[in-house]
């Protein structure tokens, strides 16, 4: 079983940053693809980054150029770092893993949520 810890949301003025974070833990032999999704009030759940174990991302368009993700390995850690930010992009922010565990198995977890307000 694999744990998701995230941390880093809150409340930015438009034009502000932040970096959001996720451990995890668990039973985990290798993780796969780590990623970040968002879901809006009334709205459905979408992409907004991946990363896979190459560290090769991938952006939603809408936050191309100004969010950045990252991933530690070696903490099993995965980041998403966030400029530029504007009001549409105020959401819960959903982690991602896809990773094997020791009972063989591969599974994709996801993270409580943290929210992310951009607000003036």
């Known amino acids: 079983q694999v744990q998701l810890v995230e941390s880093g949301g809150g409340l930015v003025q438009p034009g502000g940053s932040l970096r959001l974070s996720c451990a995890a833990s668990?039973?985990?032999?290798?993780?796969?693809?780590m990623g970040w999704y968002r879901q809006a009030p009334g709205k459905q759940r979408d992409m907004v980054a991946t990363i896979t174990v190459g560290n090769v991302p991938n952006y939603a368009d809408s936050v191309k150029g100004r969010f950045t993700i990252s991933r530690d390995n070696a903490k099993n850690t995965v980041y998403l770092q966030m400029n530029s930010l504007k009001p549409e992009d105020t959401a819960v922010y959903y982690c991602t893993v896809d990773a094997r565990t020791t009972g063989g198995s591969r599974t994709r977890s996801w993270g409580q949520g943290t929210q992310v307000t951009v607000s003036s």
């Open positions: 668990g039973s985990i032999i290798e993780i796969y693809t």
